[in-house]
Structures are given as C-alpha cells and as structure tokens.
C-alpha cells in the first residue's frame, strides 16, 4: 500500500526535543507519507532556527512568529527581526501568534499588542499568519476580523472551538487545522467539526513535540504519528484516507504557494 499524501502544517521539528534524532524523525515521517513540515518559530531565536533548518532540509519550510506566552517580549526590535525573516526563501508564514488566556504566560495586553502587530504584518508582507489561541475566541477572532487577513489567509491552528467558531474562522478568511486532540476518547466538538469544514478548507497537524494521538499520549509527538489523526479524520468524514490526505495537502500547498 502507499502511504498517502500528508502534509504536517504545524510542527516544531527544530525544538530541543528533536535535536538528538532528527534524521531518525524526518525518515520515519517520510515512510508514513509526509512529504511536507512547517516547523513553526514561537520566539525570535527559534524563529531564526525554523528559518535555519527550512534552509537546508528540502521537505521543511517555515514560519516566524512571537507565540502568546513569549508576548512580553514581543518589542519593537523583535517584531522588526521577524519581519526581516519573513523574507527569507523558505519561509512561507508568520505565526505562531494569538492569545492564550488558559497559561496566561504574558499579560494579556502584551499578548493583544503582539497579536495585532503580527496580524499587521502578515499583511504587510503577503503572508498567511498561523493562529494560536486557547480559551479567547471571541477576542482573536475580533482581532482578525479588524485587520482582515482574507487576502493571504491563515489558519486556525489546533482547532479546539466548536462549528459556531469553525464558521466564523472560515468567514474571516482562516483554514481550520485539527491535530491529535480530534482521537481523543473525549474529543468534544471535534468530530462534529470534522465533518462540518468544507474539504478545501481543512488541514491537518501535528504540533509536534506536543499533542501527541491517541495511542502515543504522554509521549513527544513527531511528523509520522500525522498519519493516525488523517485516519481519524477521513473515518469521522466517511472519506477514503487517501483523498482526504491529498485534499488536505492540496489545500496546504495552496495556502504557502508550494
Ligand atoms: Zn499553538
Ligand atoms: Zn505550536
């Protein structure tokens, strides 16, 4: 059998947790049909690292960003050294940026001060943002909708609301992205918003070294366990794995001009 299409639109393979293995993680992903990362920056420093290893690793692109809990940080001089590596060749989006009020690991003015400077400069720089956001969706996707991303669009990364936000994410413009919290024995709304989302606005991640599926919880998550969330997915939606897993990569692909 071969392994289907998938696209892993949420990791962060250039996280201390991979150092170690990395050629290991990227052949076993590659085995299990991920011909596509984005490993995702969170603060400057492992933003010049995602743009770094999307540099020399032919199957990973990045994204730069200034994630929630590194808000407090999120200074003139550090939003200014994220723009100038949006320009970089491989790297194809800003994010991850958005508001967490469940860790509150910023203040939360910081955390709406650094979000909209980045929605700004998605903007600016004709890119899709990527879009964290833990227990604030009314005020994220008020955010969103007063700067308006639908030209270069974006994603909502680790979908956790319900349909009610699922279309509204959509109206404003985003893709929604489900990970391994969608094989959960409690998964919520998550199967209900599998099947809602409209096939080519979906797509799938991994957000690896977190989140892991069902049968690897408590473990780190890698790019190859992608594979387990796609089946989970294409069985909630009644679809054969193969064709969900191209229209998700397709939809990706997209989205990053790739
Ligand atoms: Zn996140
Ligand atoms: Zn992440």
Redesign the pocket.
């Known amino acids: 059998m071969t392994a289907p299409d998938l696209f892993d639109t949420h990791a962060h393979l250039h996280f201390p947790e991979f150092a170690a293995d990395l050629d290991a993680v990227l052949a076993r992903a590659r085995e299990a049909g991920v011909r596509r990362i984005l490993t995702i920056g969170t603060d400057v420093s492992t933003s010049r690292a995602a743009a770094a290893m999307a540099a020399r690793i032919p199957d990973v692109w990045a994204a730069v960003g200034i994630?929630p809990h590194e808000a407090a940080e999120a200074d003139d001089a550090a939003l200014a050294e994220i723009e100038r590596l949006a320009s970089e060749p491989r790297v194809v989006a800003i994010g991850?940026t958005?508001l967490d009020f469940f860790r509150n690991l910023s203040p939360r003015d910081a955390q709406e001060r650094a979000f909209r400077s980045q929605l700004a400069l998605a903007r600016r720089a004709e890119k899709p943002v990527l879009v964290?956001c833990r227990d604030a969706h009314e005020e994220t996707l008020q955010l969103i909708g007063e700067v308006d991303v639908r030209a270069a669009g974006g994603i909502m990364?680790?979908f956790s609301g319900d349909v009610g936000i699922a279309r509204r994410c959509l109206d404003l413009g985003l893709l929604v992205s489900l990970a391994g919290p969608v094989t959960y024995p409690k998964p919520g709304a998550l199967p209900e918003v599998a099947r809602f989302v409209p096939g080519d606005r979906l797509v799938l991640e991994t957000?690896c070294p977190f989140l892991p599926p069902q049968p690897h919880r408590g473990k780190r998550n890698e790019p190859a366990y992608l594979a387990i969330t796609a089946a989970r997915v294409a069985e909630l939606r009644g679809e054969p794995l193969a064709d969900l897993a191209a229209r998700m990569s397709e939809n990706a692909r997209t989205l990053f001009a790739l």
């Open positions: 994630h991850e958005g964290h990364h680790c957000d």
